[in-house]
């Protein structure tokens, strides 16, 4: 199946302190392929992949960026993308999301219109802001966010024209924050 590659750079976050987590969770192994590899893997229908994180990690051989802010927020990944992107659009993607898969790409990017500023997907009631399209005509309205000390991206999303696709409940959002969490993921790809 040959599949149409999306004109945006997806920008895969590594950063989180993944405190609950007990280590990096993109280390996180299932079927011998660390969550990184399979995430990378997943997205190579984008144009260009980019990883973005506070210090690049020996073991990482992807091209990678440094976050621009010393904030730890995924609102400084956002700002890291949209800075430095050379396409209009970034795809903000967390390690958080294992389980995510092209035809999630696929359904948020076919529903681009016009002046809308991001996609975000709803999933199993939570607001996905750390897996979705962003678009760099954002980047005044983020600025001012990020100078009045407003890292919320939730807020972020409430000032700028949305476009917001409800997955219903859908395991491709199923988040990874601790042991419990990839021990259920472990158990659902095997």
């Known amino acids: 199946m040959n599949l149409k590659i999306i004109p945006a750079t997806v920008f895969i976050l590594i950063g989180g302190k993944s405190e609950r987590f007990g280590f990096p969770k993109w280390k996180a192994k299932i079927h011998n392929q660390t969550v990184l590899d399979k995430i990378w893997n997943v997205c190579d229908i984008f144009e260009n ?55 999630v790409f696929e359904t948020l990017w076919e529903s681009k219109t016009e002046n809308i500023s991001a996609i975000i997907p709803k999933a199993n009631g939570i607001t996905q802001v750390t897996c979705g399209f962003y678009n760099k005509r954002m ?15 939730i807020k972020l999303l409430e000032n700028i024209n949305l476009h917001q696709i409800n ?9 990874m924050n601790t042991q419990n969490d990839y021990n259920k993921i472990i158990n659902m790809v095997h």
């Open 139 to 153: 980047v005044p309205i983020l600025e001012d966010e990020i100078q009045n000390e407003n890292y919320s991206l």
């Open 49 to 103: 992949r980019v990883i973005v994180g506070k210090a690049k990690p020996h073991s990482i051989s992807y091209q990678f960026m440094h976050d621009e802010l010393s904030i730890n927020a995924p609102i400084n990944g956002l700002y890291t993308s949209l800075k430095n992107s050379k396409t209009d659009w970034v795809f903000l993607l967390s390690c958080d999301l294992p389980l995510i898969a092209k035809s």
């Open 167 to 175: 997955f219903g409940d859908d395991d491709h959002f199923i988040n």
